[in-house]
């Protein structure tokens, strides 16, 4: 049977077997079981990781409750991002509206932590009665002497993409607040790495060996003071685009800043990215430096990446992430380690990131918009996949399956990004499909049944 | 004793979840369903996520994926294109629509959009489809679960013949609580319908293809004749009778229906049992009353290391009052019994539970959040927490053991084959208490003893 719904078809394009074209960056077709999330997940990933904030939900329960510490994002100080703040909307504030509420729960909590600023997300049901949001905000936030920024994130008003959006505007709010003496000509401020599993404190260190000084994280290990004094930056690094390429927009338009879009996802491209800082500094020395760290990092690396090589050479890989950027860096990273990628998609992918994706995978690999259930498992059969790369979501599609798995996602506890990151991500790749426990699976145990019949 | 603490306006670390989340799982247990939100994409997926982290399953989730239009004009045509979409895709039996607080707040008449589907679309047969209204600004997950449970009872049941079986609805319990339960009635010669029953359809095997709707689940054509069943055993004390299926059932079919608390403890399973075998016309069976046997032998074998100590238990109200009950038998001083429930039922259902058995009385709260069980924590000094996996950074904080049970386990491997019900789920339940007290001893002494 056919797994994608005819509306589906445009979304699903196979390298080199027609002219390239992608249906994508559009609402979820219904009844379809999309692994998107909305408006409101996409504004709340990205705002998650700055730990002195508050970050309260305006809503009903469910927003709040099931975005509860759920991500791996590591701070080096306040800890407040890890805290699930509502205000628990009931049916009379529905009916009554909830603005006093918000007004109450904002004082009190700001009474509570002392935030450094606070973060108020609307959800679907505030975006229909119309709370005035905006006005409860700038009242606090005068009361209060903290910057205090609605988030408008209405689940409904389109897809993630949008709430990455409404978490730029917001944050565009904080920039330029604070002071900029000091800063160094060589600095800059690292967007859209959320410091999973302290990720960002690898990359700030190799920025630091080059001589560049990092002024804000954004918004891994965030801090609303540095933030507020990013403008003092020369520069802005952005991974994952899809997320905060918004906010570099909005720096270039308001300061002048430019910006460069990174990678640390596989030795080449964070090799890559830390070179294209370089050179954009024109410092000679600085390049020096950054040749020097780059050899020393892949000395200590080369060694034991090959012996997985070894092992996982000509295995093949399924790749579905929440941007496409990152799918990039994977399916190179797969190419590093010998492994192949024959499947690729993401949840909020455009049409040149996917023209890209077409461009650098080999030909008959699957590419696709916006997936589900029943198309990613039926991919993974098709394709005779050995590892599934994805989120919560996609794991137990994969494990039902009896397929490895690695969690590439905003949850995970391993650090995947730098040069480190390289030697996890082949340990992580090499620790679940070296794992004995698939010769047990129905989908291989009647291959192992023949082979030994054959012995 | 039930002093309340301050009031606070804001909620932080909450202790329940949404409605529409409760109305998933149940519709999950009834055989070729498929749940279907009626709302934002979002919901559906963040409700997918969260299961899927304490089962380790697949749980397929459908939405109406409404946009903004679809908001301000109304989400008829998108929750009827996706129902067109899942009908073709899953072939499912039947769908369970629940709401959300989008399209309740936007005031979709779901049945009558229900009506014109099958008008439009259902000439030749198709799906059965279910409704519920589960807007998450009332109540929590536990209510959704039981407005689906009552939902599904109240549409596909019809005036049936007297049939010799018998009704059981749980209320939410593990995986193995429910392959428990079902052994138990084989067991007493009942022949009986078990509603919801995730049991294979959120913990199967591993397969070759991954399946459109897993096996397993509820059998529709059970439910339609539970209304010719010779009784309804209904689990929980804070059900309300507007969402009680069993009241429903006893109402408008005159089906008998006997209300108990959830079977965890030995007066709880006691209480089942002599119900179970009032119904058999048998004795309970000799394997149950070897397992209570076993059961307190190893309670007089292991006393002395619970008795006084001091226990703070949370979750859903029902399984609180059920773990609350068996703490009290086996000597442990539940100091602080929480909910993020507000049923109204909770605070007499726990102070019955511990009449004669407790020292003192515990605290014991409604609609509380985890700020502020820490704070009543921090004053009532427990030696452990008995709850699910969200409690564990209070434990932490305090230094202390948690005892994870219920729902979500999202730290550990094997949330949905935890035990808790009968003999079986108090002996394991026993085991974990005992042997945590006895591990939290043995780790903070400076002796290290080997031996008990």
């Known amino acids: ?455 | 004793m039930t002093k309340m603490p301050p009031q606070y306006v804001s909620t932080t670390n909450a202790c329940k979840l949404c409605k529409p989340l409760g109305a998933s799982l149940a519709f999950r247990g009834v055989e070729g369903a498929v749940p279907f939100l009626h709302g934002s994409q979002g919901c559906a997926t963040y409700m997918r996520r969260y299961i899927i982290s304490h089962f380790n399953e697949p749980i397929d989730i459908a939405s109406s994926s409404l946009g903004e239009k679809n908001a301000v004009y109304g989400g008829g045509a998108n929750l009827k294109l996706g129902l067109k979409n899942v009908s073709e895709k899953y072939h499912p039996a039947l769908i369970g629509i629940a709401t959300t607080c989008l399209t309740e707040t936007i005031g979709d008449d779901v049945k009558m959009l229900l009506f014109q589907y099958r008008q439009e679309f259902m000439q030749d047969g198709g799906p059965l489809l279910l409704q519920v209204s589960t807007p998450s600004y009332s109540g929590t997950h536990m209510e959704g679960f039981h407005a689906a449970v009552r939902a599904l009872v109240e549409q596909l049941t019809a005036e049936a013949e007297a049939n010799g079986t018998v009704n059981i609805l749980p209320g939410f319990l593990s995986a193995a609580d429910l392959r428990s339960l079902k052994e138990i009635l084989v067991d007493c010669g009942l022949i009986a319908t078990v509603l919801p029953d995730f049991s294979e359809t959120l913990d199967g095997p591993a397969l070759r293809d991954y399946p459109l709707i897993p096996k397993g689940g509820t059998k529709i054509s059970d439910i339609r004749s539970m209304s010719g069943a010779k009784a309804t055993v209904e689990f929980g004390y804070t059900l309300p009778d507007p969402l009680s299926g069993g009241k429903y059932l006893e109402k408008t079919y005159g089906v008998p229906l006997q209300r108990l608390g959830m079977p965890v403890g030995i007066r709880e399973t006691g209480r089942f049992f002599e119900v179970l075998s009032r119904l058999s016309g048998k004795p309970i069976p000799e394997k149950y009353a070897m397992a209570r046997g076993r059961l307190v032998d190893s309670l007089v074998d292991g006393h002395k290391y619970v008795f006084g100590k001091r226990a703070v238990v949370y979750g859903e109200e029902d399984l609180v009052i059920g773990l609350t009950s068996f703490l009290a038998e086996i000597g442990v001083q539940p100091v602080l019994c929480a909910s993020g429930g507000t049923s109204g039922g909770f605070v007499k259902a726990i102070e019955k539970a511990v009449e004669g058995f407790a020292v003192e009385m515990p605290r014991i709260h409604e609609g509380m959040d985890f700020h502020e069980i820490g704070e009543l924590a921090a004053e009532l000094k427990p030696d452990f927490f008995l709850g699910h996996s969200k409690g564990y950074a209070l434990a932490r904080g305090l230094s202390i053991p948690l005892i994870r049970v219920g729902f979500p386990i999202h730290d550990r491997v094997g949330g949905q084959r935890l035990l808790h019900i009968g003999y079986h789920g108090a002996q394991q339940l026993f085991d974990l208490i005992a042997n945590a007290m006895v591990m939290a001893k043995q780790d903070s002494s400076e002796v290290g003893y080997s031996y008990m």
Not at chain 1, 38 to 65: E, K
Not at chain 1, 370 to 375: A, F, K, M
Request: glycine letters at 10%; one cysteine or more.
């Open chain 1, 1 to 455: 049977m056919e797994a994608a719904l005819q509306e589906r078809q445009d979304s699903i394009h196979r390298t080199g077997e027609a002219p390239f074209a992608m249906d994508c960056n559009k609402d979820s077709l219904a009844g379809a079981v999309s692994q998107r999330a909305c408006v409101f997940c996409g504004s709340r990933v990205v705002l998650y990781p700055i730990a002195d904030a508050l970050h309260l939900v305006h809503g009903p329960i469910g927003c709040a409750v099931y975005t509860w510490d759920i991500r791996g994002a590591l701070s080096s100080g306040p800890e407040l991002h890890r805290l699930s703040f509502s205000t628990d909307m009931q049916e009379i504030d529905v009916i009554f509206g909830g603005e006093k509420k918000l007004y109450n729960a904002l004082i009190e909590l700001i009474d509570r932590h002392a935030p450094k600023a606070a973060f108020v997300y609307s959800t679907c049901i505030v975006g229909i009665i119309g709370d005035d949001m905006q006005a409860v905000c700038r009242r606090v936030s005068e009361e209060k002497g903290i910057p205090v920024l609605p988030v408008q994130s209405e689940g409904f008003k389109g897809n993630k993409r949008e709430g990455y959006k409404a978490a730029c505007n917001a944050m565009r709010q904080l920039v330029g607040m604070g002071d900029t003496s000091g800063i160094s000509k060589y600095s800059l401020n690292i967007l859209g790495d959320f410091n999973l599993a302290g990720e960002i404190w690898l990359i700030r260190e190799y920025f630091t060996r080059m001589g560049v000084e990092v002024v804000a994280n954004i918004t891994g290990d965030g801090r609303v003071g540095d933030i507020q004094r990013a403008h003092g930056a020369a520069l802005n690094v952005v991974q994952c685009s899809g997320s905060t390429m918004d906010l570099a927009r909005m720096m270039e338009e308001d300061y002048g800043i430019p910006s460069l879009r990174v990678s640390y996802f596989g030795v080449e491209d964070m090799a890559e990215s830390l070179y294209a800082v370089a050179a954009f500094f024109k410092d000679e020395e600085m390049m020096r430096r950054t040749r020097e760290l780059v050899k020393e990092e892949l000395s200590l690396l080369m060694p034991e990446l090959m012996r997985y090589r070894q092992a996982l050479a000509g295995k093949r890989a399924a790749i579905y992430v929440g941007g496409a950027f990152k799918a990039f860096s994977l399916v190179k990273a797969f190419r590093t380690i010998g492994m192949q990628v024959v499947m690729v998609g993401s949840q909020t992918g455009t049409p040149e990131d996917y023209a890209e994706l077409a461009e650098i995978t080999d030909p008959g690999t699957i590419i696709v918009d916006d997936s589900n259930p029943l198309e990613l498992s039926s991919f993974l059969q098709e394709k005779e996949v050995d590892i599934f790369v994805g989120g919560v979501k996609e794991r137990p599609i994969a494990y039902k399956l009896g397929v490895a798995f690695c969690d590439h996602n905003h949850e995970r506890k391993e650090m995947l990004a730098g040069f480190t990151g390289m030697l996890n991500f082949a340990r992580e790749v090499y620790g679940s499909v070296m794992s004995p426990v698939w010769r047990f699976v129905p989908r291989k145990s009647e291959i192992v049944q023949e082979e030994s019949s054959h012995d």
